[in-house]
């Protein structure tokens, strides 16, 4: 196996130019780079990522700590942060923290004692204990999709984070149903205490004050952002004495259960019941009707995390920023409009 003296000198400079141009510790004029790393090539050379983690106190990996996985919106994600590190030369270590407060301080901490250069998380509803031992071992760490309450000494957040917007696109939803006639309309809210789903509900809520609805905290209904919970819920809502004419769910799992729900009752979409959903994914489209939809950013949200993860890294004592990404309007059927509509534009 080649090693760096060998690759020295193959290019005929030192040792130490070839660590600085392969660890990118110095600036080396062009020509030398290129005479490097042409060596590097010729020659095979493997850099031992070991030893250059004891000179540099880096091991150049990641941690994302992301709870279902199997979710496509976190399969995007997943996807997002993966090449944006690969990209950057960083490889990754992942733990899923199963949305258990408990859980996701344990597996953070085994990803930080795994000297991870620093984390990436969706944090659960209860991120207190992930919070305290962030702050306390000072590790280097961005959250996505999930805001938490954190605010630093100026009362900015105390760490950073990416997540789409979440309000208006809900209230665009709830706008557009009520634009189609429908007075009664329900919300298939996720688990409370997420940021998500607060802000979705705060969409819901200047949604029907715009359309100049009023709010009937019956039509509220909580799936706990998973199929099982959504399906209950919209049994609940389908109970009522005058059940909703229109549905926004809060999330593309509990669009699942909504539609099994309705399955169950017999009812039709768009005919008994008109629905939009908050979450895109690959078969929404492939739905008869098709799916009226939200869609976020995934894949540009975990690799703007892993952006402002190496930015922090670069830079330790920067304020934290918050970034919020914009999501997309993708109009289909379900809602109740007819297929000749452009897709993607509202009627």
């Known amino acids: 196996m080649a090693t760096m003296a060998d690759v020295a000198r193959s290019a005929g400079v030192s040792v130490a130019t070839v660590s600085h141009v392969l660890n990118g510790t110095r600036p080396v004029l062009p020509h030398t780079r ?37 979710n496509p919106y976190f399969t995007e994600i997943l996807q997002g942060v993966e090449a944006a590190a690969l990209e950057a030369g960083y490889s990754l270590l992942i733990a899923d923290p199963h949305d258990d407060p408990e859980h996701e301080r344990k597996v953070v901490q085994l990803l930080h004692e795994r000297r991870v250069d620093g984390v990436i998380v969706a944090p659960s509803a209860d991120p207190r204990g992930l919070l305290a031992y962030l702050g306390r071992h000072e590790v280097p760490a ?40 429908h007075r009664r309309i329900g919300l298939i809210a996720g688990r409370p205490g997420l940021s998500t789903t607060s802000e979705r509900i ?46 926004v769910t809060g999330n593309n799992a509990m669009t699942i259960g909504v539609l099994r729900a309705l399955g169950t009752h017999g009812l039709s979409v768009p005919d008994d019941i008109a629905l939009c959903c908050f979450d895109d994914f690959a078969w929404a489209d492939l739905f008869s009707p098709r799916l009226t939809a939200i869609a976020q950013p995934g894949r540009d949200i975990g690799a703007r995390a892993v952006h402002v993860l190496l930015e922090r890294l670069a830079e330790p004592d ?9 999501c997309a309007f993708v109009h289909r059927t379900s809602c109740g409009c007819p297929s000749t509509s452009e897709e993607g534009t509202p009627p």
């Open 142 to 181: 961005v959250f996505l999709d999930r805001l938490v309450d954190g605010p630093g000494t100026d009362g900015g957040p105390r760490f950073d984070q990416v997540c789409a917007d979440n309000a208006e696109p809900t209230s665009r939803l709830v706008t557009h149903l009520a634009g189609l006639g």
């Open 318 to 326: 920067g304020p934290a920023r918050t970034v919020r990404l914009p």
């Open 34 to 70: 290129q005479a490097v790393l042409d060596a590097v090539e010729e020659l095979g050379y493997t850099p031992n990522t070991l030893a250059r983690s004891l000179v540099t106190a880096r091991t150049r990996s990641i941690g994302l700590a992301v709870s279902a996985i199997s």
């Open 202 to 247: 705060t969409g819901y809520r200047s949604g029907l004050a715009f359309a100049g609805l009023p709010y009937d905290g019956r039509l509220l209904v909580h799936g706990d952002s998973e199929s099982a919970g959504a399906e209950q819920a919209t049994e609940s809502l389908l109970s009522l004495g005058v059940p909703p004419t229109a549905l």
